[in-house]
């Protein structure tokens, strides 16, 4: 049974910083899963955000890059989203997934967390 659970999510200003983190086993975050973060605004279709595979490549929407940043620690069995410069069009519920195809920013992961809600304003 696969577990992702994410956290860190909350209110921010815009300009300003927070840090997702998504706890799973050490078997997901290790080099076998693709693990990413997808986010959905109301009213609209789910995006990819940021993907991070098996071997360490990472890979950002345009949207976020040079602002967001994906990690892991796998001492830890977590992955991180390190969210900088906020902009109120990155309020969203952001979510968690992974799977053992690399996926990129697009794919139908087979594994989802239940999401944390984000908002700048």
């Known amino acids: 049974h696969v577990q992702l659970v994410e956290s860190g999510g909350g209110s921010v200003q815009a300009g300003g910083s927070t840090r997702l983190s998504c706890a799973t086993s050490r078997a997901i975050i290790g080099d076998s899963y693709c693990m990413a973060w997808f986010r959905q605004a109301p009213g609209k279709e789910r995006e990819g955000v940021a993907v991070l595979d098996g071997g360490g490549s990472t890979s950002y929407a345009d949207a976020v890059k040079g602002r967001f940043t994906i990690s892991k620690d796998a001492s830890k069995n977590t992955l991180y989203l390190q969210m900088d410069s906020l902009k109120p069009e990155d309020t969203a519920m952001y979510y968690c997934?992974?799977?053992?195809?690399?996926?990129?920013?697009?794919?139908?992961?087979?594994?989802w967390g239940q999401g944390t809600q984000v908002t700048v304003s």
């Open positions: 997934a992974a799977d053992p195809r690399w996926l990129g920013l697009i794919g139908d992961y087979n594994y």
